[in-house]
């Protein structure tokens, strides 16, 4: 049976003036042959023929088995299991082997690059990411095949459940699979002819999934006309998430991020207070945080670094008042402020290649447009850029909080009157500064 007439049969409306077409920049995708409104229906797909763990789950054939594994399978691995075995499947279940038939046989996502392009963003957060991925993936494949693949030799025939099978199905599911927020979880799906809809962030978010009515909607996220490629919008997604799981980027992706992680030892002065304080403000002692271009410096993050640098005196006080909205001393704001600056300062260093030898390479062609090469400095460009930004702005702050001539943190440090982007902590200190500080309080007074 054919992909068209398994959905069509299985209640899926919008097809027929829908068609699959190659598109230059983007690859296969959908095309409309109508003109479309926003916000009018494009597709239906009934949550019968969607790819969930629910599905898999009842199935008659695998769903038992995958019900008996104990601590149970996680979603990814229920539908990693479930698009291997319909795969695996000589006869039966046509519908859906005619849509794993459609599926890509390879994947650009970064866990592919070979070392040489991976060192190119060597540094980035996506470098750091890919490698504890591969790492991953190794160790939850060989849960699989102890939990259940070697179980069920007859279910799971070895041949076609290898690592690089498993690794297929995982990138089958990061870059087709779609995620909601349900009242009461998580929902991930594949929608069988929605998942060739490539990504536009000139779209709204058009795809809806109605948990009352088990179905997936795609909406028009703008006008079309007939003969365009109709797009959906895969949310605010970072190039560093994009080329590890969809194996693409975007030039000027307006999303970019860098995910900044911050940890506090243990053995670190009053550990548990802290912790206490910072879940009191919903931050978590271990703490990703992604810093963008249009906020380099997140307020949280300076909470954060402010508890974690809390005095024993201060921690009693003010911290719990103003939950480290503000500076809570000059000595703490300091000190979490060159902290900043030094991280930034190794972090940037930690790049392999700078950001100006990749933007010249990138210009001179030296990386072919779309390859992993050019999708990896595109990454590591981005997130240089942002880690810029972000030890630009701490430095900004910093030159607010210590003397720009001594260097002390003083409580009563005085902005400059003039430029008032720095402080001094006394009239001698101004003085003795002004040969140096002159041409910047111009220029910024301008
Ligand atoms: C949900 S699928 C879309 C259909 C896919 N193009 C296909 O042929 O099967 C997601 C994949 O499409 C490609 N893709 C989607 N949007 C893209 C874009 N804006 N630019 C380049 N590739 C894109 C990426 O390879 C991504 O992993």
Not at 93 to 117: C, K, Q, W
Not at 142 to 167: A, G, V
Not at 177 to 195: E, V
Not at 202 to 227: F, S, T
Request: hydrophobic content about 40%; overall charge negative; some cysteine.
């Amino acid at each position: 049976m054919k992909l068209q007439e398994w959905l069509v049969n299985g209640g899926v409306e919008g097809l027929s003036l829908l068609q699959l077409e190659d598109f230059p920049d983007t690859g296969r995708g959908v095309k409309t042959l109508r003109s479309l409104k926003s916000h009018d229906v494009v597709l239906t797909v009934p949550g019968s023929l969607l790819w969930t763990a629910d599905v898999a789950l009842s199935d008659p054939v695998i769903g038992t088995v995958i019900r008996t594994v104990e601590p149970p399978l996680s979603v990814d691995d229920i539908l990693a299991v479930f698009l291997l075995f319909i795969k695996s499947c000589e006869t039966g279940y046509d519908g859906r082997r005619a849509h794993v038939e459609l599926l890509p046989t390879s994947y650009t996502a970064s866990i592919f690059f070979n070392d040489e392009e991976l060192e190119i963003c060597a540094g980035s957060s996506l470098y750091h990411l890919t490698q504890k991925l591969k790492q991953q993936i190794r160790d939850d494949y060989l849960q699989l095949l102890n939990k259940l693949i070697t179980k069920h030799p007859d279910l799971f025939p070895l041949e076609r459940f290898t690592q690089d099978d498993y690794i297929w199905a995982l990138c089958t599911i990061w870059s087709r699979g779609m995620d909601f927020q349900l009242s009461d979880k998580q929902f991930r799906c594949i929608a069988p002819f929605a998942d060739m809809l490539n990504h536009s962030l000139d779209v709204e978010l058009c795809h809806i999934y109605d948990p009352k009515l088990n179905r997936l909607q795609i909406l028009a996220g703008k006008e079309y006309k007939a003969g365009e490629q109709v797009f959906i919008n895969y949310g605010p997604v970072p190039n560093n998430r994009l080329l590890r799981l969809y194996g693409f980027i975007l030039t000027d992706n307006p999303h970019d991020s860098y995910d900044l992680v911050l940890t506090t030892h243990p053995q670190a002065p009053l550990y548990s207070q802290k912790v206490a304080l910072l879940e009191s403000i919903g931050l978590q002692v271990n703490s990703t945080f992604p810093l963008k271009l249009s906020d380099p410096l997140p307020l949280n993050v300076l909470q954060y670094l402010r508890i974690q640098r809390l005095s024993s005196s201060e921690i009693s006080t003010l911290a719990v008042k103003h939950e480290a909205k503000d500076k809570i001393s000059a000595r703490n704001e300091a000190e979490i402020l060159k902290a900043l600056d030094e991280a930034c300062e190794n972090l940037l260093a930690g790049f392999s290649v700078s950001f100006e030898e990749l933007e010249t390479k990138i210009a001179s062609g030296a990386y072919q447009k779309g390859s992993n090469a050019w999708a990896a400095a595109h990454v590591s460009i981005g997130e240089q850029k942002i880690l810029r930004a972000t030890l630009q702005k701490a430095k900004e702050l910093l030159a607010l909080v210590i003397c720009a001539n001594c260097g002390k943190a003083n409580e009563n440090n005085k902005r400059c009157g003039r430029c008032r982007k720095v402080v001094y902590c006394g009239v001698d200190c101004q003085k003795s500064h002004y040969k140096e500080h002159k041409v910047l309080c111009k220029a910024s007074g301008e």
